[in-house]
């Protein structure tokens, strides 16, 4: 079954190929970064323009890539939610048009279990069940999955996800957008020791996490330095190493915690954050302290892309998923709502 993977829920539009039998023959994605940039963040109305003008040549570039002709496509699958609903809608009306043009079915993919699945386009794709720590830009979630589609909540982010996190303490420091990869390169030139942050929520029982106080934190201690005068690069570096080490700890603690309390050994870590080198480091320290396993997509499909969502909705429509032609997308849309396969 070939199927064709369209996203668009935030601020990259992502189009891909996967064939049941071939894997993914043609990947495609074209970032906004520099559109937001000046803004300092995402403007929803920008980005749903954009996927507009990006979509169809995207899709002409993947079946070029992959030498394929429209005719061959088995299904659409696209990306209905979570995410911001302009951007969402382009990619939805978009799938339904050429699914109707060209008789075939559409389907609506989970953004996130996109993101939980795309380690599975890896050479050496995860087994059920496992623990997967889902970090992105918007959410910071633990999972027991059972298979596609049996998830159980164990624990999420009571205020701000970590990719959040990430990209407010770069702002403040004037740094670019997004500000997860901006500091991962300046923690690598930081001075271990010289600003110690706390490990939010790591003293008590549970799997929550809570990450705004750490930004807050951060903004308190940039604050002081530029108070003083000392709000130089080497300064950015050793704020930016300090956060950085917070939130793997802390991480990597209810990672622990939850695969102690499920009995799994095998670790799937997906999301944005996920491709941050420290973070993955941590993790196959700990994992390896318990003769278990971590497994991640490489770095550019850990953030948004089409691979994931041509996977997540193959996997769907060989099972005979199908939908009707209405156009429907949710902003937000829990997990576990999802049919298991
Ligand atoms: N190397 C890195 N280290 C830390 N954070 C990173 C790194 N690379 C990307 N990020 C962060 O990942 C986030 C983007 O990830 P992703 O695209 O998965 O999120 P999103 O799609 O915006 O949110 P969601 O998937 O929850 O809707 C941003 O917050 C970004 O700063
Ligand atoms: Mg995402």
Redesign the pocket.
């Known amino acids: 079954m070939l199927v064709l993977g369209l996203e668009t829920?935030?601020d990259e539009t992502g189009v891909a190929l996967y064939d049941s039998e071939r894997g993914l023959l043609a990947d495609a994605l074209f970032s906004q970064i520099d559109l937001h940039r000046v803004y300092g963040g995402v403007v929803p109305e920008l980005a749903s323009r954009d996927h507009v003008k990006r979509m169809l040549p995207l899709i002409r570039q993947v079946l070029a890539e992959a030498d394929c002709v429209a005719t061959e496509i088995d299904a659409i699958a696209y990306t209905a939610g979570?995410?911001l609903v302009g951007a969402l809608l382009v990619g939805a009306s978009c799938a339904q048009a050429l699914a109707f043009a060209w008789g075939i079915p559409a389907l609506g993919v989970h953004?996130?279990e996109g993101?939980l699945l795309a380690p599975m386009l890896e050479e050496q794709p995860p087994e059920f069940p496992f623990v997967a720590l889902l970090v992105?830009?918007?959410?910071t979630q633990l999972v027991r999955v059972d298979g596609i589609g049996r998830y159980e909540l164990l624990g999420e982010t009571l205020d701000d996800?970590a990719?959040?996190a990430?990209?407010k303490t770069a702002k403040l420091m004037g740094l670019n957008y997004?500000?997860?990869?901006e500091?991962?390169r300046l923690a690598t030139q930081g001075v271990p020791g010289r600003f110690v942050f706390p490990r939010p929520m790591t003293d008590r029982p549970g799997l929550d996490f809570s990450f705004s106080g750490l930004k807050t934190f951060a903004l308190n201690t940039w604050q002081r330095c530029q108070s003083a005068g000392d709000d130089g690069e080497q300064t950015r570096c050793d704020v930016s190493l300090a956060f950085q080490q917070a939130v793997v700890e802390t991480l990597t603690i209810k990672c622990k915690r939850a695969l102690k309390q499920t009995g799994l050994k095998r670790l799937v870590i997906a999301?944005?954050?996920s491709?941050?080198k420290a973070l993955r480091a941590s993790l196959e320290d700990m994992l390896a302290g318990i003769k278990g396993n971590v497994y991640y997509a490489r770095p550019q499909f850990?953030?948004?892309n089409g691979a994931m969502i041509a996977y997540a909705g193959c996997q769907r429509l060989a099972a005979g998923q199908q939908e009707s032609l209405a156009i429907s997308v949710q902003a937000r849309w829990p997990m576990e709502q999802l049919a298991p396969l």
């Open positions: 829920s935030c979570p995410g953004h996130m993101h992105s830009g918007g959410h996800a990719g959040e990430f990209d997004p500000g997860g990869p500091i991962a999301g944005g954050v491709a941050n850990c953030t948004d």
